[in-house]
């Protein structure tokens, strides 16, 4: 059981994130830097993240706007789900965290109030 209802078992997102096997590993030695996957994850956990991330694309108005903006930048598919699936553990921890159920519309506002440029994005591409 990933959430549960012990709210005091993670002490931040990132530690979510790292059990999941979404946050990536940072590698650095001298003059160079890398990334890989974390070897110890519960596999069929990060699934589900990946697939909930990739199926949100048609539901989520933010959702696909990220997608198409990173797909814009030149990212591969892979990568731009790996990366949403970051951002969703982040809204849902947010969301199990204050025992608030998740509303698209407050989201957007959220993020209109913060002026992000994905809803700029959204608004040039008219999705």
């Given amino acids: 059981m990933t959430f549960g209802s012990n709210r005091a078992r993670y ?3 990132a530690e ?3 059990y999941a096997g979404i946050a990536l590993i940072i590698e650095r030695s001298g003059q160079k830097m890398w990334t890989h996957w974390r070897y110890s994850f519960p596999t069929f956990l990060r699934q589900t993240f990946v697939e909930w991330a990739g199926f949100s694309i048609r539901y989520s108005f933010w959702a696909k706007a990220y997608y198409e903006q990173q797909k814009a930048k030149g990212k591969p598919h892979n990568s731009i789900i790996r ?4 951002k969703w553990i982040r809204i849902v921890f947010k969301c199990w965290k204050t025992n608030t159920p998740y509303d698209e519309s407050t989201y957007l506002t959220a993020l209109k109030s913060k002026g992000s440029p994905l809803l700029k994005f959204a ?5």
Avoid: C, G, I, T
């Fill in 11 to 13: 002490n931040n997102v």
């Fill in 16 to 18: 979510l994130q790292k």
């Fill in 83 to 86: 990366s949403l699936a970051f």
């Fill in 123 to 127: 608004v040039e591409r008219e999705l």
